[in-house]
């Protein structure tokens, strides 16, 4: 059975980043496929992945990509699949290029749009997580439970440390 999250990127280099989604759905039971990308390097890939998401079993994508980052855009023109961008943090413009790249969708084709880097990265899965939640009650209580343990997670008062 096909896992029912795709997160993409658009090079190898966005791995440290978008590995926190992975991570994230992992912890929450949530299978996931990676796979590389490139709206630039790969645009025959980009079209036969993102033509053939739905088709194929995903339920969401989770694309990440940095600088110019077309791949978020171009795979929601491709699929009616829900795309959640994340924008990478790039080298030289820190990611604002990457999120102004994502988040200026024309009317008509959405990208929900994360934060830059690592937090946009865990948010997405948690987006996408809370979106399968709602048909599916064990995620929905395994949720629960990872906020819960979040919030406890978080101390009354500062440390020295
Ligand atoms: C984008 O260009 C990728 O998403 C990556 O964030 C950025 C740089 O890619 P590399 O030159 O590191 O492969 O397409």
Do not use: C
Not at 88 to 104: A, F, N, P, R
Not at 105 to 134: C, E, H, Q, R, S
């Amino acid at each position: 059975m096909t896992a029912p999250i795709a997160i993409i990127m658009g090079s190898q280099s966005d791995w440290d980043t978008m590995r926190h989604a992975a991570d994230t759905l992992e912890a929450l039971g949530v299978a996931a496929e990676t796979r590389i990308v490139s709206a630039h390097r790969t645009p025959d890939r980009l079209v036969a992945f993102a033509k053939g998401a739905k088709a194929a079993g995903y339920k969401i994508i989770i694309a990440g990509a940095g600088g110019a980052a077309h791949l978020p855009g171009m795979a929601a023109a491709l699929t009616e699949l829900p795309v959640f961008g994340v924008p990478v943090e790039s080298k030289t413009l820190k990611g604002v290029d990457s999120l102004y790249s994502i988040v200026q969708m024309p009317a008509g084709i959405p990208v929900g749009t994360l934060a830059i880097g690592k937090a946009g990265a865990i948010n997405a899965a948690l987006l996408a997580a809370a979106v399968l939640a709602l048909s599916d009650p064990a995620l929905s209580d395994r949720l629960a439970a990872w906020r819960k343990a979040q919030t406890e997670a978080v101390a009354e008062r500062p440390e020295d440390k």
